[in-house]
């Protein structure tokens, strides 16, 4: 009985148990999800909200711009009038590594260099003929009020890299005059490293597993920082042709999330022209056209850290379980044995209750002694004889009373052998 009271009680603990992990890993595993999205959306957010500054001070500047056409109508008024502006406007912000003026053709008209602080306006003999560059072109085919972003990449000077490396983002608007012919385009130089380390302070929470992807794949951003830049030297070396499913499904979404062997993989894309879009004139449904630049916020939890929930829920909660069922297997065993030992003594109490009444009801005379020769039950037969009464006998001594005195030494080794052979035999 208790052998299937303790399996039965075993069973439901181990029940109680499983539903009890079950639930704990749901539970974390929403959790991770839900913090997962959080955090890829806070990053995400942190590159629109900086790119659309970005845009408003390129817009800002490009109508700064044409007001100084309508009022410089000399050229080298406007020139010196826009580079002094530009100057103050990019030692006030310190984020721009340069802002230019471009003529339709490409020339650059105006140029101030930050220079780490050291803020310089490029003499006219130093300007430069940038009309080869994608950025260029792409800036004057915008209409008004349109605002071109350019990939996010390492600063290039003379074809190499320059080094040490600096992440750059060109943004660039066009400029016309009050005839609406196009003067020429704005364009500024934007620290990508600001707009990076932003990214990296609003995923903080996830930092070791957190990556930003250009359009291609390559990592713009990385917990091991040797994975980043890899396009801009020639390497192969990109998430996308590594994790060629999970690139697949997160290319071709806005975002998502989802789980296979791999871990759990949360996304969300940045689009620059969107949000270059929310601080412009047109409708960014009508402009968006054949523009394919974005960029993936992903976070990628490694399968391993998924099952180390199971890990962390056994080390957490065996030891208490393990103790309910140890203490559930002593308990059933204490209530055994006194269960066991509580029929023995109503089994011996029934005994000597039976055993009595029967000596009561015989005609035989039948005394009761203790270990210490103290009476403990007189039947009636022998009170009749004696003629005592049950409280003149009760309790006392049984040699004294029945032994003549010359046997009772004799009489009391008797019965001490007698008392010392049924206990060594029970």
Known sequence: MFAGFFAASAILLVITATVHYRANIQSERKALESSERLNVALGSTA??????????????????????????????????????????????????????????????????????????????????????????????????GQTYISPLDLNVEHGVVEQPARPMIRVGTPVFEQSRRKRGIVLVNYFGDRLLVRFRRATANIRERVMLLNSDGYWLSSPRREDEWAFMYGKQHAFSKIHLTAWKRIRDADYGQWADDDGLYTFATVNPFDAGM?????????LRGSRTEFWKVVSHVPADHLNAASTRFLSRY????????????VGTFLLAVVTIRHRRVAAQVGFERRFRDILENIDLLAVGVGPDGAIVFVNDALLRVFGWRREQIAGKNWFELFVPEDRRAETRQSFARIIAGNQNTE
């Open 278 to 286: 929310r601080r412009s004139t047109k409708d960014a449904k009508q």
């Open 47 to 144: 590159i629109s909200q900086d790119l659309e500054e970005v845009v408003s001070d390129v817009l800002f500047l490009a109508g700064h711009t044409e007001r100084l056409f309508n009022l410089r109508r000399e050229s080298i008024e406007f020139t010196e009038s826009a580079a002094q502006e530009y100057k103050t406007f990019i030692t006030q912000k310190r984020i721009y590594d340069q802002i230019r003026f471009l003529a339709p053709d490409g020339r650059e008209v105006v140029r101030v260099n930050y220079n780490n602080g050291d803020v310089e306006i490029v003499p006219e003999h130093k300007l430069q003929n940038k009309e080869d560059r994608y950025y260029v072109s792409a800036t004057l085919a915008m209409d008004r």
């Open 318 to 329: 065996l030891p208490f379980y393990g103790l309910i069922l140890l203490l559930l297997g």
